[in-house]
């Protein structure tokens, strides 16, 4: 069965640390490969999104993403994390030539910041 | 411009109530979704609609209704109001049903006693 897995309920990191959030994927193809943030209080907003070609995307705030095909993964990475980014992060998958409402979402990370 | 907006914001039900969640956006977006967010459950699509006149069930519709009469709103329905119901409800668009950019709304919180 095809399912999206973020394998991290919530992760805590220093202010100014790097940051990794892993997502693995389970399809039978390359699918397409979003990640969305939530904001406490808020609706998901998009951080951005692989569809093809270069397999590192750069998305807003300062995030990126690397596809790797050999490992079905598309984890989210940031150099240096800020307060701000204290948040709960999605990851999302739909196949290729698929529609919105066969997106399917990971059950999410929750990054608690520290000052 | 305001995206996607969603009303009301909180709401207590109680058991066999029905209630209205609205959702209106104003970016002439053909796709609009509900989705419910439930803790360690991630997002799970209720139902959407690809344009006006055209609904349809996603993974989790049991207990929800919709319609579609203007691009414009997506309302969602609950009949009879249960327990399991109490979930936070987002409605989403995009511009077209294709996989792109989906724009939430800021959710409702609905609990159900």
């Known amino acids: 069965a095809q399912s999206v897995t973020q394998p991290d309920i919530h992760i805590t990191v220093s202010e100014g640390a790097s940051l990794e959030l892993r997502c693995n994927y389970s399809y039978g193809a390359t699918p397409y490969l979003f990640w969305y943030v939530q904001s406490p209080g808020q609706g998901l907003q998009l951080l951005l999104k692989y569809f093809s070609g270069d397999t590192l995307v750069q998305g807003i705030k300062g995030f990126e993403a690397e596809f790797k095909r050999s490992q079905s993964s598309f984890n989210l990475r940031k150099p240096s994390v800020h307060w701000s980014d204290a948040a709960e992060y999605f990851c999302a998958v739909v196949l290729v030539g698929g529609s919105n409402y066969k997106l399917t979402f990971g059950k999410g990370t929750l990054l608690t910041v520290n000052p | 411009n305001a995206g996607v907006t969603q009303t009301p914001k909180f709401q207590v039900l109680k058991t066999g109530q029905s209630m209205t969640l609205q959702c209106a956006q104003d970016?002439?977006?053909?796709?609009m979704s509900w989705y419910r967010q439930d803790p360690g459950m991630g997002l799970r699509l209720i139902h959407y609609?690809?344009?006006?006149?055209?609904?349809d069930q996603g993974e989790v519709p049991n207990g929800y209704n919709v319609s579609r009469s203007t691009t414009e709103d997506f309302p969602l329905r609950l009949l009879s109001a249960a327990p399991s119901q109490t979930s936070v409800y987002f409605c989403?668009?995009?511009?077209?049903?294709?996989?792109?950019?989906?724009?939430f709304g800021s959710g409702t919180q609905l609990s159900v006693l």
């Open positions: 609609s690809v344009g006006a006149g055209i609904t």
């Open positions: 970016m002439n977006h053909e796709y």
């Open positions: 989403a668009s995009s511009y077209s049903s294709t996989p792109e950019k989906l724009f």
